[in-house]
């Protein structure tokens, strides 16, 4: 499996708060993605990054920001949570940009539920 | 917009059995076609990676078709085993997509019974 840990696992907060979500990867793999899975929509990108302080959005960025201030770590922050945002986080890296031509690996998501 | 279609939605079969999963795509332009497994309350496993040169990719009971010319890959697993109920993903990377956006499918729930 690919060395990838997210935390926390499971988060309970309340509207208005900041939260935020970190990924963590032993594989010193470039790329790195969050992505939001809910059910009917799917898996869904919010952020990625193609390298240290190197970010772009995806298709679901309204209301989060991310860093990375090192390779192995990226950090996705709700400044402030909204009951919309109640959803299961997963981290992802790869490679090449996109699963170009690599494979896309996950954590095992971060739960979260926004009262 | 690159659609990416799972049908069906839901799959059960007897253990033993062989399973076929169907994803179809609206835009013939990728890279490559990656086949995922989610357990319940987990994260995306790889199973599969078939660049969009290759016809088939293999490994051990599973094997990825694909056929970009009509939008179409199809997992096939041999002889289900319970174990292998799970969700089935299939996601595709457009060439020209801005972004690194990975277009995933609904997925197909599948139950093998004992």
């Known amino acids: 499996d690919a060395g990838i840990t997210q935390s926390p696992r499971h988060k309970v907060t309340e509207t208005g708060t900041p939260v935020t979500l970190r990924c963590h990867q032993t594989e010193n793999h470039r790329y790195m993605y969050w992505y939001r899975q809910d059910p009917g929509h799917g898996l869904r990108l919010i952020h990625y990054?193609?390298?240290?302080?190197?970010?772009d959005k995806g298709e679901v960025s309204d209301g989060y920001s991310v860093s990375r201030s090192k390779t192995e770590d990226f950090l996705l922050t709700l400044e402030s949570a909204t009951s919309s945002q109640t959803s299961v986080y997963f981290c992802?890296?790869?490679?090449?940009?996109?699963?170009?031509?690599?494979?896309?690996?996950f954590g095992e998501g971060s739960r979260l539920t926004v009262l | 917009k690159q659609e990416v279609t799972q049908i069906p939605a839901a799959l059960s079969v007897p253990e033993g059995e062989n399973l076929v999963l169907n994803c179809s795509f609206t835009d013939s332009a990728i890279y490559n076609l990656q086949w995922f497994r989610q357990d319940p309350g987990k994260g995306l496993t790889s199973l599969l990676l078939i660049q969009s040169s290759q016809r088939e990719q293999t490994s051990g009971r599973l094997n990825a078709s694909l056929d970009k010319s009509s939008g179409r890959s199809t997992l096939y697993i041999a002889a289900s085993q319970p174990g292998d109920s799970a969700t089935y993903l299939c996601a595709v990377p457009m060439i020209k997509a801005a972004g690194n956006k990975l277009t995933f499918g609904g997925g197909t729930r599948v139950l093998v019974k004992p």
């Open positions: 990054s193609y390298g240290v302080k190197d970010t």
């Open positions: 992802a890296i790869s490679e090449s940009p996109g699963g170009v031509t690599g494979e896309l690996f």
